[in-house]
Nanobody, 121 residues
């Protein structure tokens, strides 16, 4: 059974920084899982934020966060992080960690419970 647990959310002022972490159990880097971050603001659809491949050598970012966010993983610790800088009120959302197999047709099958990020103006 795969479990993903996010942490690091909180309240921060505009321009501040937060580092979100996700600890995965039930999978390892040898399982070749890609890891991703998504977010959902009140009244809005869940949207993609960032992803990193199984080796950590390739990352993808949404245009809305590119240049302000860095995703990284530590396969030895089964963790993935999302470093967020220069935060804006529009970044306010519940942030979710997700995992999928590193295959061309794989979907995001595993999700964490989410962690709240609130950016005040």
């Amino acid at each position: 059974q795969v479990q993903l647990v996010e942490s690091g959310g909180g309240l921060v002022q505009t321009g501040g920084s937060l580092r979100l972490s996700c600890v995965a159990s039930g999978l390892t880097f040898r399982s070749m899982y890609a890891m991703g971050w998504f977010r959902q603001a009140p009244g809005k659809e869940r949207e993609f934020v960032a992803a990193i491949n199984w080796s950590g050598g390739s990352t993808t970012y949404a245009d809305s966060v590119k240049g302000r966010v860095t995703v990284a993983r530590d396969n030895a610790k089964n963790t993935v992080s999302l470093q967020m800088n220069s935060l804006k009120p529009e970044d306010t959302a519940v942030y979710y960690c997700a995992a999928r197999l590193a295959r061309p047709t794989a979907t995001w099958d595993y999700w964490g419970q989410g962690t709240q990020v609130t950016v005040s103006s």
